[in-house]
């Protein structure tokens, strides 16, 4: 089922895919909305605690995740792409205003096509800086991660 995503390189870049039965505008509204992401956006039993959207390019991506053992992850970025209903795009690499941050781990592209029953194909892809970090990515779960968080999305937006 994977379609081709685009500069995809098999060595630094990981894509999970699935046909979802929710429209591409809740999709969109599950990722820009900070009263939905603090939903769904973290795989349980991780949650996350609060979630901030500049959706403009340069405009701060950022949430703050808690895990069962009283772990806490800080993530900042910025959006790169933002084209409403359709496809985000956002990196570790930078902050707010393209500042870098130092902390490169992840660019990430999430896209949302429009299929003829209603629904959504859901593409996301997890571009990394080299295969040690992909490496650490698979093992930290990426698949199952990203599927149980849209398992969460599409629970949470199906409720609203």
Not at 71 to 91: A, F, P
Not at 149 to 156: G, K, N, S, V
Request: glycine content about 8%; aromatic content about 10%.
């Amino acid at each position: 089922m994977t379609h081709i995503v685009e500069n995809f390189d098999p060595k630094l870049d990981l894509v999970f895919e699935r046909d979802i039965d929710i429209a591409p505008e809740l999709v969109w509204a599950a990722w820009t909305k900070p009263e939905h992401l603090v939903h769904w956006f973290t795989p349980s039993p991780w949650k996350t605690l609060e979630a901030h959207c500049d959706l403009r390019p340069g405009g701060l991506f950022s949430s703050v995740m808690a895990g069962p053992n009283g772990e806490r992850h800080d993530n900042r970025g910025c959006y790169l792409e933002v084209v409403e209903n359709r496809r985000l795009t956002w990196t570790d690499a930078l902050g707010p205003d393209y500042r870098p941050t130092g902390n490169a781990f992840i660019t990430a592209v999430v896209s949302m096509e429009p299929l003829p029953n209603g629904g959504t194909r859901y593409i996301a892809c997890a571009r990394h800086k080299d295969e040690a970090t992909v490496e650490a990515h698979k093992q930290m779960g990426f698949k199952e991660g990203w599927g149980k968080a849209l398992d969460q999305l599409i629970a949470h937006m199906k409720q609203r």
